[in-house]
């Protein structure tokens, strides 16, 4: 498994307000709502940027830069940027969410935090899905013989240096025998501080250098203890994807509640449908990822679905924001419609 697109939010948070500053007591709860939601998906947007950059320095599944894979470089570092981008986005919704006076500056400032996020995860789902939604044909008869022939051949050139080494060994023990018997003692304390120590004595030169068996099983070790870190962060991941899929879906329900009461307004109508719909679609992704963060060996096909359910989540939600955006930012904002476009926004 080498990618997993984590996903966005879909446009400004919802918030219930008054022109005049006043909160209508009919929707304080599910202002109360927006505000824990915004609250709980800045800090999982945190621990996702911190999994993407641990991905980007130190993973062992192609997204290291710029040792690995051009392409999981490139998810690791865009993942990085646009989860960023969601926490401040997230953090200025809840400036508004979570206190009682509409902030047009907040709004303006979540908008356009959305706006460079929602191209971020286009960068981001983009670059994944060349290689998520790439499922090659399966090899034909002759190709597995083949494959196999090549197979049997590496590992008889690996038994024959493993003999060769073993050779080598010998000698090596042979000579240091010698050595040991004729009382060259000066030479030995030499070797006995550059030779690395194991279990007690030091190694010989020809078991430390590189293709020695001892070498390859450190690697082997190491290895190991990558994967097991490795997994750690697809479990963290995993519990991210968890929380804002359940997110999305409180948001999706107070949108659904809420958009008749805009929809008179064509454009606050447009901004609410919009986002509800990036809404719909972050919960698929988040439920695909998860399938692919939480289960051990992955699955290619969840990826890919995640990967274009963030591409059509981003788009609708660019239609959003978009609208948001000549309201909320303007130099004279009229709080009337201001109103309208926070309570259609996600």
């Known amino acids: ?21 006043l909160v209508n007591s009919t929707l304080k709860p599910y202002q109360t709502a927006q505000c824990v939601v915004d609250i709980t998906q800045a800090t999982a947007y945190l621990g996702q940027a911190i999994v993407f950059l641990y991905k980007a320095i130190d993973s062992g599944q192609g997204g290291q830069c710029p040792d690995e894979t051009p392409v999981g470089c490139a998810v690791s570092v865009a993942g990085y940027i646009t989860s960023l981008a969601w926490v401040a986005s997230y953090l200025s919704l809840a400036s508004n969410s979570c206190t009682e006076t509409l902030n047009t500056r907040a709004s303006c400032a979540a908008d356009w935090a959305t706006l460079v996020a929602d191209f971020g995860e286009l960068a981001t789902c983009g670059a994944a899905a060349a290689t998520d939604c790439d499922f090659s044909p399966e090899q034909t008869p002759r190709e597995r013989l083949q494959s196999l022939r090549e197979k049997l051949a590496e590992l008889k050139s690996i038994l024959d240096d493993a003999e060769e080494q073993a050779e080598a060994h010998a000698e090596a023990h042979a000579e240091a025998d010698d050595e040991k018997h004729a ?57 991210f994807d ?100 926070e309570i259609g926004l996600q």
């Open 183 to 239: 009382g060259k003692h000066v030479g030995g304390r030499r070797g006995s501080k550059e030779n690395p120590k194991l279990f007690g004595r030091h190694l010989a030169e020809s078991e430390w250098q590189p293709g020695s068996v001892l070498v390859d099983w450190k690697q082997a070790m190491d290895e190991r203890e990558q994967a097991r870190l490795d997994r750690g962060f697809d479990i963290a991941q995993c519990n």
């Open 242 to 341: 968890v929380v804002n899929a359940a997110s999305y879906i409180v948001r999706a329900v107070v949108q659904i509640k809420d958009a008749s009461s805009v929809c008179p307004d064509p454009k606050a109508c447009m901004v609410s449908v919009a986002n509800l719909i990036s809404s719909f679609a972050w919960v698929s992704q988040f439920t695909a990822m998860s399938v692919a963060d939480c289960a051990v060996d992955g699955s290619q096909h969840a990826l890919c679905a995640g990967d274009i359910s963030d591409l059509v989540a981003a788009v609708a939600s660019l239609v959003g924001v978009g609208g948001a955006i000549s309201t909320d930012c303007v130099d004279d904002p009229d709080e009337t419609q201001a109103a309208k476009i």
């Open 1 to 21: 498994k080498l990618y997993g697109v984590p996903g966005p939010h879909g446009g400004p948070g919802q918030r219930f307000r008054q022109p005049d500053g």
